[in-house]
């Protein structure tokens, strides 16, 4: 069983250029959740998909945006970015069901924005 | 009414002793707690959980502490190990939401 993988783990990228990050989910698991965090900060949540669909969004604005794909794999796109996007970009996977479906995160992607 | 509050912001615990860490939430319509702990470099990992309906759980040495009524709850690392050392989080969710809300952290350094 693979766990969740993210690509790449570091970039740096200038102020007002776009970035996409990638995830693979955990085998088995049908949702995808991206979350943000700063340093020495808690993760915060950007966004969550499910059947190819955003179903939840934290307080992101709409430069922030995502994918799901057929095989549950994931995007993160980021465009026009800040100085203030520099974080480590975790993805996490799930199995939804009714109740709560428990976190399985990916090592992340840490962006540094110049 | 979303935020959780966690604490401390750091710990130091000799080898064989116990850490706590307490996290505070405001909305009582959240229905499930987890702790992730997270080392340097690797996301977070789920260490503990519990839901309102229980006081208290209890897994080898992580129990969680849980009081509705204060709308708090804890972790205590019985024996603490300099294995233990990493980032501790606090964490609520309400069903439904599909987000996690988490506290700051907590960096725990356990001292051979």
């Known amino acids: 069983e693979t766990g969740v993988t993210q690509s790449p783990t570091h970039l740096i990228k200038t102020r007002g250029q776009q970035v996409t990050l990638r995830c693979s989910s955990q085998?088995?698991?049908?949702?995808v959740s991206w979350y943000q965090q700063a340093l020495g900060q808690g993760p915060q949540f950007i966004f969550q998909?499910?059947?190819?669909?955003?179903?939840g969004r934290g307080n992101f604005p709409p430069r922030f945006s995502g994918l799901q794909f057929p095989n549950y794999s994931s995007e993160l796109n980021v465009n026009a970015l800040e100085l203030d996007d520099s974080a480590l970009y975790l993805c996490?996977?799930?199995?939804?069901?009714?109740?709560?479906?428990?976190?399985?995160f990916g090592e992340g992607s840490r962006l540094t924005v110049l | 009414q979303q935020q959780v509050k966690q604490s401390p912001q750091s710990l130091i615990v000799q080898k064989g002793g116990i850490s706590i860490i307490n996290c505070a939430y405001e909305?009582?319509?959240?229905?499930?707690f987890p702790w992730y702990q997270q080392f340097p470099g690797k996301g977070p990992a789920l260490l503990i959980a519990?839901?309102?309906?229980?006081s208290e759980k209890k897994e080898g040495r992580f129990t969680i502490s849980f009081n509705k009524s204060a709308k708090q709850f804890s972790l205590h690392i019985m024996d603490s190990q300099p294995g233990d050392s990493a980032t501790y989080f606090c964490?609520?969710?309400?069903?439904?939401?599909?987000?996690?809300?988490f506290g700051t952290g907590t960096r725990l350094k356990v001292l051979a």
């Open positions: 964490a609520s969710y309400l069903s439904g939401t599909y987000k996690y809300i």
């Open positions: 085998s088995g698991h049908n949702t």
């Open positions: 909305n009582t319509a959240f229905d499930y």
């Open positions: 519990i839901r309102p309906d229980v």
């Open positions: 998909y499910y059947r190819e669909e955003e179903n």
């Open positions: 996490a996977s799930s199995f939804r069901t009714q109740g709560t479906g428990e976190l399985f």
